[in-house]
Each structure stands twice: as structure tokens, then as C-alpha cells.
């Protein structure tokens, strides 16, 4: 039978998703795959089944997808990304594909729990926060929409670390998610790009025309492993594609012959570190040559395979922005606008102004940061060595760029310094969120009010420049994980009052509204939560020892460990809390749960010691008899996209307390909002429109505004005068600085405490009367229930522009330039 019509036989008779057809293929998995007798199967042999009888059906959707794709002549959408928190895919999988019940029937008569094997997947260990968890969303709905969408990451061999809680400090351990292998993946050695670093270029002419040759590098090569991605209530499966590092030689016997073992694979082993670990410490010069070999490595292979696609379509380069748009997800991937330009000028020689206008017909950049100490940039000596040849195109854009901006702003040469890709001033630099703005087409903030902030500031001038090139589009996350998987209780509770279509159209929970005005409705709604709630108790007790309440309410602040994020804001406000109790000024205050999660990042020396403030803090507060359980503080450890989906769904307060104008949009603000939390904010990223979809009467708004914050620093902020003034703020600051939370090392926070009276960088103690007050309304409102219930709920009903369907339909229609293609 011929390849065509082995796939043509396969798709009149595809792998049967019922009951008996899934426990036929999880028998032979099981034995066949696994190669173990069903009598003596472990837990985790029955969970590799189950995933291999899964991914059989999605392989044969995603091969239907690409022949679709490929007859349909579709344009495709790449997106580059470092970071993608995929979670666990079993059950996302067996959801998305829609035979969830069929599984859970088929295993329940084999005599095996779905749900007990699914918490033996371990999560892809691919990103480390609400970047790679936004990337992992835009490819859910993607492939949920039919758009020919495909992804482009790192196969991080360990990950960013597993974070451990030793003595109330933090540790780091490999977080090595692959040590029982991956059934998700489809390893592609036949999928190859060589990746190259230093070396020298050599120019010559050729016909007249200058040509560069870059030789004497060093090889690494980049394989592919794939990991389909199911669309929810479609056929389609797209693809997202990680590159490994491989050496082009695994061994020198040579070496190995003269007894110099170490030296024998010593290639192999640096080759292999670019895919090692996700973000490698950037304290040390060795530290950050890896982080940008790594980008380079990811963007050469990624755009080398797109290219190599599009010529085995028959199509021809020049034709590259009719069939293919490129998304840099954040300033990582912002050498793949060199790089693009590098094969387009060297391998396939078109001039430069064609190649350049290619290459910004191809990029669309989404920025994610409003920090410029965020926004990354590499010293020119460094990517000179490093990248040589893409360090010349560099200078060349510059040039015609700048060239550009004199004739813009005759004079200005101010401007020139400030629009430059180099830095001059500090140390000649390039400066990576330049590139990236001047080789894309659109530049898209993530929220209304941080688009705005790049119009206003970041990006000025390059706005002044371009103002058409910049747009908003407001981040979004998927339905499909965060409520109808991670909340089945309330997602069921939903569909049963307006039906399941809300699952694919978002907005349709708007129809939940008036069911927030009937008592047996918000009943329901509360017997959900109370669930959820003594869910996470469990899994609070398990992780930490810590015994939480569930009646009391659960205070929730899970984000990365940072300064701009404020959880030195939230801890403060407990141990006001706290003090309230000890002094009996607080007879009637709602018992409180306060829960922290998240990671820092290892060479953030200030995060770290926020952690242990907080573990500190608890210590003390949970161990006092006088709180009599009134307040308990918890930092949840590890936190990932699985402890996530415990968490959010039994939240009451989400805390959103970033400092305005730092935060670019969150999804962690969504997300709680649409599992019914209610939350406390500034007007920072997202939260604006959080606050215009569900109304200022159904969120607790404190602090300072961007504008506010400016206006502060601009007139010389002094924090020690609200320390002075505020006798409450004075009392808390004091007693960390002498040590009442760490008796055994009484100066552990001076220094913490003489930068918040002195700096105050993030407005901490500027905002902190506000945060109280607005706490009081809080708690004030948490006491009566049904009043709270019912404004939980139309926080839910409220959060349908939030979707991610409704960011991708934007980016597909304002920057993209593609179209569904659904196979059916």
C-alpha cells in the first residue's frame, strides 16, 4: 500500500474513542509498550498506557491536521517562545479531545483510577511562569480555533529547579521531570539543523557583489522533539516542536585511548549544556554567554525548519511573508530578526533591502515588560565573539535605521542616541528590545494600560516613529485548563444552568448573571468553593504540615518572587494583622488564611530573602497561642501549573498587588477572577479591565496610579515619612528590624528594612495605609457570605472577555494575516 493511501486508510478507520476501543489499546500499551503483565502493573506502568492509547489518537489527528494544512496551501503561525508551562497533558488531552468519560469508564473497569495515575504525570518542567504558561495557552487555542498555529521552544533537560523549603529559606534542587522518559513526546533525529557560535567571517566578492562566509565555528546540532497539541471540540492537533542540543561527535576515542575519559566526552557535555536547564544563573560571565548561545540555539533551528518547510512546499523565498508569520513571544527570541536576515542575505543571497523588508513582513513582537533592567541587552564584545557574523548584520540595520531617524528628526541627535540598537553610554551594548522593534511590523502591548506605557514611555520614540506599528491586544487564558479542568465542580454547576458552549465562546457566561440574584444559586455556587477549599486544606497539610481552616477565608497571592509583585506589601499587612489580634483590636475580623506560592529566581538575593520573611513570619504567627487559629500564614513550595489548579479554584481573595505601571498585563488575576475570587488590586496591568468587566463595586482597588507613581518619584519620594507618620506601618517595620521574626539572627532584615525607609524602590510603605483599608473593606464584606457569594460570581460571569480565544482571534486577524482551517 502506498504512503498516501496507508493515511487515506487510516482516516476512514481511525482508532475507535469509545469505551472498548480505549481499553484494547490501553491492554496492548500496557503490554506492548510498557511490557508488563496487567496482573503485576504498577500505578505508573497503567499511567504510560493510558498516555500511549492517548497519544495514538492524537498522532493520527495531527497527521490529518498537517495533510489539511498542506492542501490547503494555509499560512502558518510560528511562535517563538522560551518558556511554555504546558502542565500536565493526559487529562488535558483526554478533555480536549473528548473522550474523558470513556477513559475513566474503560480504566474504572480494568480497576484503576484515572484521576490516582494522572497525578503521577509530572509536569513539563518548560518555563517557569505567566510567560510560558500565556505560550502554552496560545497554543490551546490555536489548535481550538483551527488556526495553522505551531510552536517553537527549548527541550530543557531539568527545567528552571525544583524549589524546596529548608529553614525557612529557599533551595534549589534539578528539577528533572524526565527521569521516567516522556510518552508525549515523538523524538525527530531525522529533524537536524546544525547551530553554530564563534568563528570569524571572511568577506569576498562575487560578481560584484559582497558576499560573507562565516567559518571556523564551533558546531552544535539542534534535534527536534515534537508534542501534539489538541484542539477542544475540533479534529485538529497542531504541534509544538522543542530542540535538543546534540554534539556532532559523542565521543573522542582518541582521547578515550591516551586515558583522558573526561576529555573523551568533554564535547559531548558542553555541546549538551545549551539544553540543559531552563535560565541559567546570569550572575557569572559563564552564566550568560549560555543564556544567549541557548536563544541563538532555539531561533537558528526554529527559523532553519520553517525556511526548510517552505521550500519543501514548492514555495519560493520571496513569497516567505505570504506563508509564514513569525511571533517573538517577550525580547528572548529578538536574534531570530539577525538571524532570519543572515539566511536570507548568505544562504539564499537576495539583496539586502528585499531580505529586510522579508524580514519585517515576517515578525510581529509582543512585548511583556515595562522594566528596562528587564528588557535584555548583550554586551557587543560578547555577541562579536558569540555571533559574529549576526553582530555585522546588527551594525548594517542599525545604520539604515538610524539613517532613517536623521531624516524623521533632522537634528535631533538625541533621539538618534535613545532609538540606536546600540547603547554607547553603558558600556556598548546591543540592545535586544531595539532589534526586535525595529524588524517587526507590529509591536503589541499585553493590557490597555501597558500599551499605552510603551506609547508613553519605553518605547516613546519609537512610537512617535511608527505609531502604526503599535497595537494592544490584552492577554488571555484558556477555559479549557482553568475552569472546565482545574474547576469541574463549578464548570459542571455552570453548564447545568447555561449550557457547555461557554467552553468555546467565553462570553456566553454573561447568561450566569442572574443567577447570582437567586439564594439557591449562590448556595450551589458556595458548595463548589467550600470543596475546592478543603481540597487544597489537604494538599496545604501534605506539602507543608501546616492544618488550614477551610471556613476561614483563603488569601492568595501566587505569582513569581519579586520586588515590583509586593509580597513584602502582603506580609506586611499580616503581621498588622497579627498585631491587631495580639492587642484585641480585632474581636470581629474574619479568620484569614494567607497563602503564598511561588519561586525566585536563584541569584535574586532580595526575592530570597522575601521568601524567608514569610516563612519567618508564619513560624511565629502559627505557633501563637493568643491567634488561636484566627490567621495562618503558608508558602506553598514547588509551585507549578498542577498545584495552580488547586489553588485558584479554592481561592476567595486573589491579591494583584504590583506596584502601577510595572506590571505588563498577569493572567494569575484572570484566572482566580474566573474561579470566583474576588480581588485586590492596583490599577496595574490587566487589572484596569478586570475592574471595567466586572465592575468597580466587585473589586477592592487601593494605591497609587501609574501616573501617581511617576508623579511620586518625580517629586523626590521619601518612605521614611510614611513610617514616621503611620503608627501601625512603624510598629511592623520595627519588629522585623529587631528581630521579633528571627530571635536567633536579630539583624537578618536590617538591610531589607533600611532599603524600604531609604529606597522604597517598588512605593511599598506609600501604598500600605491604602492596602489596609482596602483589607478592612475586605473582610468586612467576607462576613457576610451571601453578599460575598454573590459578588464571586459575577466576578465569573464577568471574565469572558478574558478568554485566550479572544487574544488569538486578535493577533490572527491585526498581525498574523491567517485563517481556521478545521478538518473535519
Known amino acids: 500500500m502506498a504512503a498516501a493511501d496507508i493515511l487515506t486508510e487510516l482516516e476512514h478507520h481511525p482508532r475507535p474513542c469509545d469505551k472498548e476501543g480505549l481499553k484494547r489499546s490501553i491492554r496492548d500499551a500496557l503490554i506492548h509498550q510498557a511490557g508488563k503483565d496487567p496482573l503485576h502493573a504498577t500505578p505508573r506502568d497503567w499511567l504510560e498506557a493510558v498516555s500511549y492509547a492517548v497519544r495514538e489518537r492524537l498522532i493520527e489527528r495531527r497527521m490529518f491536521t498537517q495533510r489539511l494544512f498542506n492542501q490547503e496551501h494555509a499560512k502558518r503561525v510560528y511562535y517563538l517562545s522560551m518558556e511554555y508551562l504546558i502542565g500536565r497533558m493526559l487529562i488535558n488531552s483526554l478533555l480536549n479531545l473528548g473522550f474523558f468519560d470513556a477513559c475513566r469508564e474503560a480504566l474504572s473497569e480494568m480497576g484503576v483510577d484515572l484521576l490516582e495515575i494522572s497525578e503521577l504525570e509530572p509536569d513539563a518542567a518548560l518555563g ?8 502554552a495557552c496560545i497554543l490551546d487555542s490555536m489548535a481550538s480555533q483551527c488556526i495553522p498555529g505551531y510552536g517553537y521552544g527549548i527541550r530543557y533537560e531539568y527545567g528552571m529547579f525544583q524549589q524546596q523549603i529548608q529553614n525557612g529559606q529557599q533551595i534549589e534542587h534539578p528539577d528533572n521531570w524526565l527521569r521516567y522518559g516522556n510518552t508525549w513526546e515523538f523524538p525527530r533525529p531525522e529533524k537536524i539543523f546544525p547551530v553554530r557560535f564563534y568563528g570569524r567571517v571572511v568577506t569576498h566578492r562575487d560578481n560584484g557583489e559582497v558576499r560573507h562566509h562565516w567559518q571556523d565555528c564551533e558546531e552544535v546540532i539542534a534535534m527536534a522533539y515534537d508534542y501534539p497539541t489538541p484542539g477542544y471540540g475540533n479534529k485538529n492537533v497542531n504541534n509544538l516542536r522543542l530542540w535538543a542540543a546534540k554534539a556532532t561527535r559523542d565521543f573522542d576515542l582518541n582521547y578515550f585511548n591516551e586515558g583522558d575519559y573526561i576529555g573523551a566526552i568533554q564535547q559531548k557535555a558542553q555541546s549538551e549544556t545549551i539544553s540543559m536547564v531552563l535560565y541559567p544563573n546570569d550572575a557569572t560571565a559563564i ?47 529578538a536574534i531570530a530578526v539577525a538571524e532570519l536576515m543572515r ?58 535605521f538610524l539613517n532613517e531617524v536623521r531624516h524623521t528628526f533632522p537634528g535631533d541627535t538625541e533621539i538618534v542616541k535613545r532609538l540606536s540598537i546600540i547603547d554607547e553610554d553603558h558600556g556598548r551594548r546591543v540592545r535586544m528590545a531595539h532589534l526586535a522593534v525595529v524588524g517587526s511590523h507590529h509591536i503589541n502591548g499585553v493590557a490597555a494600560l501597558h500599551t499605552q506605557l510603551l506609547k508613553d514611555t519605553l518605547f516613546h520614540d519609537f512610537y512617535r516613529l511608527w505609531p502604526e506599528r503599535f497595537i494592544s491586544i490584552t492577554n488571555g487564558i484558556t477555559p479549557r485548563l482553568w475552569l472546565n479542568q482545574a474547576n469541574p465542580a463549578l464548570s459542571a454547576l455552570i453548564s447545568e444552568h447555561i449550557g457547555k458552549e461557554w467552553v468555546m465562546d ?70 498588622a494583622f497579627y498585631n491587631r489580634i495580639r492587642h484585641g483590636e480585632a474581636p470581629e475580623q474574619a479568620q484569614r488564611v494567607v497563602l503564598f506560592a511561588g519561586k525566585a529566581a536563584p541569584a535574586y538575593v532580595r526575592a530570597k530573602q522575601i521568601i524567608r520573611l514569610i516563612n519567618d513570619v508564619a513560624d511565629v504567627v502559627n505557633h501563637d497561642p493568643v ?83 511617576a508623579e511620586t518619584k518625580a517629586r523626590g519620594y521619601r ?29 537578618r532584615y536590617r538591610d531589607l528594612v533600611h532599603d524600604l525607609l531609604n529606597n522604597d524602590t517598588f512605593l511599598v510603605l506609600a501604598d500600605f495605609e491604602s492596602y489596609l483599608h482596602a ?50
Open 287 to 333: 552564566g550568560r554567554e549560555l543564556r544567549l548561545k541557548q536563544e541563538y540555539f532555539f531561533v537558528s533551528a526554529s527559523i532553519q525548519d520553517i525556511l526548510a518547510h517552505h521550500e519543501a512546499m514548492g514555495y519560493r523565498i520571496t513569497e516567505l511573508a505570504d506563508k509564514v508569520a513569525m511571533q517573538l513571544n517577550d525580547t528572548h527570541p
Open 343 to 400: 539566511l536570507l542575505l548568505d544562504k539564499y543571497q537576495l539583496p539586502w533591502m528585499t531580505a529586510w523588508e522579508t524580514t519585517k513582513s515576517v515578525f510581529g513582537y509582543t512585548n511583556h515588560t515595562l522594566m528596562p533592567e528587564a528588557l535584555e541587552t548583550w554586551p557587543v564584545a560578547l555577541m562579536e565573539r558569540v555571533l559574529p557574523r549576526h553582530m555585522q548584520i546588527i551594525y548594517e540595520i542599525n545604520f539604515h
Open 506 to 575: 467565553l462570553a456566553q457566561l454573561r447568561d450566569l448573571e442572574s443567577f447570582a440574584e437567586d439564594a439557591t444559586c449562590r448556595q450551589e455556587f458556595r458548595t463548589v468553593k467550600e470543596a475546592n477549599k478543603r481540597h487544597l486544606a489537604e494538599l496545604v497539610l501534605a506539602r507543608t504540615g501546616i492544618e488550614i481552616d477551610p471556613a476561614a477565608m483563603f488569601d492568595v497571592q501566587i505569582k513569581r518572587i519579586h520586588e515590583y509583585k509586593r509580597q513584602l506589601l502582603n506580609i506586611l499587612h499580616v503581621i
Open 775 to 824: 483589607q478592612e473593606r475586605v473582610d468586612m464584606l467576607y462576613r457576610k457570605p451571601e453578599e460575598w457569594t454573590r459578588r464571586a460570581m459575577l466576578n465569573t460571569a464577568r471574565m469572558g472577555y478574558f478568554s485566550i480565544d479572544r487574544t488569538v482571534k486578535q493577533y490572527a486577524d491585526e498581525i498574523w494575516g491567517v485563517t481556521p482551517e478545521c478538518w473535519v
Open 719 to 747: 518612605p521614611r515619612e510614611h513610617y514616621e507618620k503611620n503608627g501601625e506601618l512603624k510598629e511592623v517595620i520595627d519588629m522585623i528590624a529587631s528581630g521579633f521574626f528571627s530571635p536567633s539572627e536579630p539583624g
Open 627 to 709: 491567634v488561636e487559629g484566627r490567621l495562618k500564614v503558608v508558602f506553598f513550595p514547588n509551585y507549578d501549573v498542577s498545584s495552580a489548579a488547586v489553588i485558584i479554584p479554592a481561592a476567595d481573595l486573589s491579591e494583584q498587588i504590583s506596584t502601577a505601571g510595572m506590571e505588563a498585563s498577569g493572567t494569575g488575576n484572570m484566572k482566580l477572577a474566573l474561579n470566583g475570587a474576588l480581588t485586590i488590586g492596583t490599577l496595574d496591568g490587566a487589572n484596569v479591565e478586570i475592574r471595567e468587566a466586572v465592575g468597580e463595586e466587585n473589586i477592592f482597588i487601593f494605591g497609587l496610579t501609574a501616573d501617581e507613581v
Open 128 to 135: 517557569n511562569g505567566g510567560l510560558g504558561r500565556l505560550a
